[in-house]
């Protein structure tokens, strides 16, 4: 649930910067932290595009184990 998440406050300026992070649960649902903040300005009114290109950090964590049961794995990292 952390992409294409709709945007639901005022209406967004054209031509302006605007800053967002998100907050960082951990396992028990207590709020740990917030991310950094990303920034991102929006198109001009004469321009085919809206908005900075999004750019997305992908880590790739190895797994502590792993385990196929059926039709199903367990993956603990």
Do not use: C
Not at 5 to 20: A, D, I, M, R, S
Not at 47 to 59: D, G, H, M, R
Not at 66 to 73: A, E, Q, S, T, V
């Amino acid at each position: 649930e952390s992409t294409n998440v709709e945007y639901k406050g005022n209406p967004l300026q054209v031509g302006k910067t605007y800053y967002w992070k998100v907050r960082i649960w951990d396992e028990e649902n207590r709020l740990v932290d917030y991310s950094e903040a990303q920034k991102f300005t929006t198109g001009q009114s004469d321009s085919y595009i809206i908005s900075t290109e999004n750019k997305f950090v992908t880590t790739y964590v190895k797994p502590k184990t792993f385990k196929k049961l059926g039709d199903l794995y367990i993956i603990d990292f």
